[in-house]
């Protein structure tokens, strides 16, 4: 079936180190994926971060950049420089361009920056 | 726009009741999507409607959960007879029609069933 697989959590980095999170996924039943990392801020609710509907393209918010690698089947999340206020939990999401759109998460890696 | 809306927020249930989430997608989505978070499960699909036809309800316990959307404005999530590990967090999405577009998120219904 369908599946993502990311970094698991918590991840400590300290403010102004790089961060990576690793997200890999299994598209057996999606013809053309579309990949997604949403993030919750503590007290918050789930919203999207980014998005990347072609492969080979990066997508970008807020100095987080993720590059959809068809051929490693990854969407790993980087960021040069992390801030207190990433701390957060990060999700990796699979979604389809056709058919249905319903999403296959990740667990989740819930990230802590500290000063 | 006020969002996704999901009531209540919280809601506590003695095992054996029912209960009854509800979910106001975003005004002119015609997507609507219900997910379920536990600890153990993490994020997972329930069901989904599309122009408030049912497409896809893989991911719904077959006994005891229901579904509805009688407009285009609200859905339902029915727990019929709760048990304990009903408990979690009911997620509530909508989005445009089309892959491309992202789904927004309510804040969900926290169900503790007792």
């Known amino acids: 079936g369908d599946s993502v697989t990311q970094t698991e959590g918590p991840v400590t980095v300290s403010e102004s180190e790089s961060l990576i999170i690793n997200c890999t996924y299994s598209a057996t039943s999606i013809a053309y994926p579309n990949l997604f990392w949403y993030v919750r801020y503590p007290g918050e609710g789930l919203q999207l971060l980014l998005k990347?509907?072609?492969?080979?393209q990066k997508g970008s918010s807020r100095g987080f950049e993720a590059t959809y690698n068809k051929e490693t089947t990854s969407f790993h999340l980087q960021k040069a420089s992390v801030q207190e206020s990433d701390s957060a939990v990060y999700y990796c999401a699979l979604g389809s361009n056709t058919g249905n759109y319903k999403y296959v998460f990740g667990a989740g890696t819930r990230l802590k920056v500290i000063a | 726009n006020a969002g996704v809306i999901q009531t209540p927020r919280h809601k506590v249930t003695g095992k054996g009741q029912e209960a009854t989430l509800w979910c106001e997608p975003i005004s002119g989505h015609s997507a609507v999507f219900w997910y379920r978070q536990t600890i153990v499960q993490g994020l997972e699909f329930l069901t989904y409607?599309?122009?408030?036809?049912?497409?896809?309800d893989s991911g719904m316990p077959k006994e005891r959960f229901s579904a509805q959307m009688p407009n285009q404005s609200h859905s339902t999530l029915k727990i019929q007879s709760t048990q304990p590990q009903d408990s979690a967090v009911y997620l509530c999405?909508?989005?445009?029609?089309?892959?491309?577009?992202?789904?927004?998120f309510g804040p969900g219904t926290r169900l503790t069933v007792l």
């Open positions: 409607f599309r122009n408030q036809a049912p497409i896809d």
């Open positions: 999405a909508s989005s445009w029609t089309g892959g491309v577009y992202e789904q927004y």
């Open positions: 990347v509907i072609t492969a080979g």
